[in-house]
């Protein structure tokens, strides 16, 4: 490292996916040194350091990481983006060493047995609609978007803009169009991390606070939990990336148990993209794919007509490059 130099650190954060009850939940844990602006813990992703002595890769570091802070082994992962913006970690002036995250996304199932090793490490699940509420189209359009979200960004997107500022982005108004819906245009599900950016930007999320941008929100928070540094926009950048997923992979297995019913496989990709199905469409493109297969089996845990059981057939990695379920915009 030359004279002058920043020393740089690599973090390693984990999005880590499961589904409970058909809600959409994310692991958390809560440091005694993040907290918000009015003093209440905040919570955070699972947050590991990569040593190069003693992790070969990013990700067997991640998985010693989490494990370690969360009794947690995890399935499913994948590389997500990295983040490395000046800022990120809200240090004043930005000294000490830059630390850079690279992001993961993790699925697991939900098997009851972990709540016990969880609480003892200090962890959680939490729904992850919960943060960002805005998201959760299952009931129909969150009033909040009306209410609350389009006025604001609305009001923000006709106020003057600095000719030098963002110059290399489109304009606020199309910005707005495309990652909303409005005049319309269709709200795509996949456009997470885009509408996060833009109520970060418009300050109407408590992050704004945080980091110094503005002196308060108005909103009292009414826009889901805050949580530390940027791990909001990295739990979008997990949920759009899981939500896409869907389409092309079938990662929803990593999910399920074994075996399953097609109510609790709609409802559990429902609760992933925010968006209601037509139970029966949903039925003939599943079994239309050929991405299940009945095990002979039913279920009575419904309380009501016995419901055929099924598994993911695996062979399906065999016959195509795309297996996912490709559920329409709306």
Same mark, same amino acid.
């Given at each position: 490292?030359?004279?002058?130099?920043?020393?740089?650190?690599?973090?390693?954060?984990?999005?880590?996916?499961?589904?409970? /009850?058909?809600?959409?939940?994310?692991?958390?844990?809560?440091?005694?040194?993040?907290?918000?602006?009015?003093?209440? @813990? $905040?919570?955070?992703?699972?947050?590991?350091?990569?040593?190069?002595?003693?992790?070969?890769?990013?990700?067997?570091? @991640?998985?010693?990481?989490?494990?370690?802070?969360? !009794? @947690?082994?995890?399935?499913?992962? +994948?590389? $997500?983006?990295?983040?490395?913006?000046?800022?990120?970690? #809200?240090?004043?002036?930005?000294?000490?060493?830059?630390?850079?995250?690279?992001?993961?996304? !993790? @699925?697991?199932?939900?098997?009851?047995?972990?709540?016990?090793?969880?609480?003892?490490?200090?962890?959680?699940?939490?729904?992850?609609?919960?943060?960002?509420?805005?998201?959760?189209?299952?009931?129909?359009?969150?009033?909040?978007?009306?209410? %609350?979200?389009?006025? !604001?960004?609305?009001?923000?997107?006709?106020?003057?803009?600095?000719?030098?500022?963002?110059?290399?982005?489109?304009?606020? #108004?199309?910005?707005?169009?495309?990652?909303?819906?409005?005049?319309?245009?269709?709200?795509? *599900?996949?456009?997470?991390?885009?509408?996060? /950016?833009?109520?970060?930007?418009?300050?109407?999320? *408590?992050?704004?606070?945080?980091?110094?941008?503005?002196?308060?929100?108005?909103?009292?928070?009414?826009?889901?939990?805050?949580?530390?540094?940027?791990?909001?926009?990295?739990?979008?950048?997990?949920?759009?990336?899981?939500?896409?997923?869907? #389409?092309?992979?079938?990662?929803?297995? *990593?999910?399920?148990?074994?075996?399953?019913?097609?109510?609790?496989?709609?409802?559990?990709?429902?609760? %992933?993209?925010?968006?209601? $199905?037509?139970?029966?469409?949903?039925?003939?493109?599943? +079994?239309?794919?050929?991405?299940?297969?009945?095990?002979?089996?039913?279920?009575?845990?419904?309380?009501?007509?016995?419901?055929?059981?099924?598994?993911?057939?695996?062979?399906?990695?065999?016959?195509?490059?795309?297996?996912?379920? #490709?559920?329409?915009?709306?």
């Amino acid at each position: 490292m030359t004279a002058g130099s920043t020393a740089i650190a690599i973090g390693l954060n984990a999005a880590i996916v499961t589904v409970m /009850e058909n809600e959409p939940q994310i692991l958390v844990i809560s440091m005694d040194e993040a907290r918000a602006t009015n003093g209440a @813990l $905040l919570d955070g992703l699972p947050l590991g350091s990569f040593d190069p002595l003693h992790h070969r890769t990013f990700e067997t570091g @991640l998985r010693a990481s989490v494990e370690e802070q969360t !009794a @947690l082994h995890l399935g499913y992962v +994948e590389q $997500l983006y990295t983040f490395g913006d000046r800022g990120r970690q #809200k240090q004043p002036d930005d000294t000490g060493p830059h630390i850079i995250s690279v992001g993961y996304l !993790a @699925l697991t199932r939900d098997d009851g047995n972990q709540s016990g090793a969880l609480q003892r490490a200090g962890a959680a699940w939490h729904k992850w609609y919960g943060y960002l509420p805005w998201e959760d189209w299952r009931s129909g359009r969150p009033p909040m978007l009306d209410e %609350i979200i389009m006025p !604001a960004l609305k009001d923000w997107a006709n106020k003057p803009q600095n000719a030098d500022s963002n110059r290399h982005l489109p304009s606020r #108004k199309s910005r707005l169009r495309l990652a909303f819906g409005d005049h319309d245009f269709p709200w795509d *599900e996949e456009r997470v991390l885009e509408r996060y /950016e833009i109520l970060y930007e418009a300050g109407l999320i *408590e992050e704004a606070v945080s980091d110094g941008r503005i002196a308060q929100t108005g909103l009292s928070g009414e826009l889901g939990r805050q949580m530390r540094l940027d791990h909001r926009r990295i739990l979008a950048t997990a949920i759009a990336r899981l939500r896409g997923k869907l #389409k092309y992979r079938p990662v929803v297995f *990593e999910l399920m148990p074994p075996e399953f019913t097609l109510t609790a496989l709609q409802s559990t990709v429902e609760a %992933i993209s925010g968006r209601h $199905l037509h139970k029966q469409n949903f039925r003939r493109l599943v +079994e239309g794919a050929e991405l299940v297969e009945p095990t002979g089996h039913t279920s009575v845990a419904t309380g009501g007509r016995p419901a055929a059981l099924y598994r993911f057939r695996r062979k399906i990695f065999e016959e195509r490059p795309a297996p996912g379920i #490709k559920v329409g915009g709306r």
